[in-house]
């Protein structure tokens, strides 16, 4: 109970905090500046934004082909495994509450294919751990190329973070098919396979993070290696936040990491970002979706 009171506050105090930094930050800017930024975003750098967004949402939807393939090997085919991890991670993305929504609409795709309740949480298990590895790998390696944000200090944790790596795939590597936690168990991937997901990760968060990089100006993002940590920042805050997309605490942070004076460009950059990282994928995975519901009924009576 105290634990749940206390992410709850969190989430509070996140979303308070946003709210009042956007708002503060907002106030400054003449709106006339932000519509003029979004004007000069090259078109070449569009059209870089959405094939990295492309990108990210490939290596997303592979971390639900390994985790289902792990789960229930052979049992559920190849396209249904890309259609349920699409249109989960797009959907959710959106809406937010990873672990509620991420879990029925995994089981309202997978349970068509004969996969049961217990396999779906052990599924939506697997995907939060890949994400959560994806997130220490880009985190790893920003650390250890020294980017300027870490101020010299960055190595040291990379380090760690390295020989933690080296530790979990020791262990997966061994006899080790199934992990148990009191009385939920659930298949765990072969040291191969999550080595692969690391590696996936990486790629996935270069995309995401060039989707949102390519929108700001070259003089205001600075290079690439000191605007990801930036990036990975935002988006954990934005996890935590509890709220549809991370929306307000996302920005919020991004925008306090630039002085003032180019927030108007960054605010551009972000609103592009949303509507090609967040609505566009929305928008083809809903309609996916609803296609696939209007099918479900046309084919069930017979």
């Known amino acids: ?62 971390y639900d082909v390994f985790a289902v393939e792990t789960v229930v090997p052979g049992k559920v085919p190849m396209r249904m495994k890309i259609f349920s991890g699409f249109t989960t991670h797009a959907i959710c993305n959106a809406l937010g509450f990873h672990a509620i929504t991420g879990t029925a609409l995994r089981y309202r795709v997978l349970s068509t294919q004969g996969v049961g309740a217990a396999d779906v949480a052990r599924v939506v298990g697997l995907v939060g751990f890949a994400v959560a590895m ?17 101020r010299g200090w960055g190595r040291w944790p990379g380090i760690a973070l390295v ?39 990486v790629v996935e968060m270069i995309g995401a993070t060039g989707a949102m990089y390519l929108l700001l100006p070259v003089d205001v993002a600075g290079s690439f290696l000191d605007f990801a940590p930036i990036y990975v920042g935002a988006i954990l805050v934005g996890i935590v936040s509890n709220t549809p997309g991370g929306i307000g605490a996302f920005e919020a942070l991004t925008l306090a990491a630039f002085p003032q004076e180019q927030r108007a460009q960054v605010l551009a950059a ?33």
């Open 163 to 201: 020989v933690l790596f080296v530790v979990l795939l020791r262990w997966l590597a061994g006899k080790h098919d199934e992990l148990k936690v009191w009385k939920f168990s659930t298949p765990v991937p072969s040291a191969r396979s999550a080595g692969a997901q690391m590696v996936i990760g």
């Open 270 to 302: 972000l609103l592009a970002y949303r509507v090609i990282y967040g609505l566009g994928p929305l928008a083809v995975a809903s309609l996916a979706l609803g296609a696939f519901e209007v099918r479900r009924r046309i084919v069930a009576p017979a």
């Open 1 to 62: 109970m105290a634990t749940r009171v206390a992410k709850y506050l969190l989430t509070a105090a996140i979303v308070a905090g946003a709210a009042f930094l956007l708002h503060r930050y907002i106030a400054r800017m003449a709106w006339q500046d932000v519509r003029e930024a979004l004007d000069r975003i090259p078109r070449w750098h569009v059209i870089g934004s959405i094939a990295a967004t492309m990108l990210s949402w490939t290596c997303l939807t592979a």
């Open 134 to 150: 994806g997130f220490a790998s880009v985190t790893c390696l920003a650390l250890m190329v020294e980017p300027s944000i870490a």
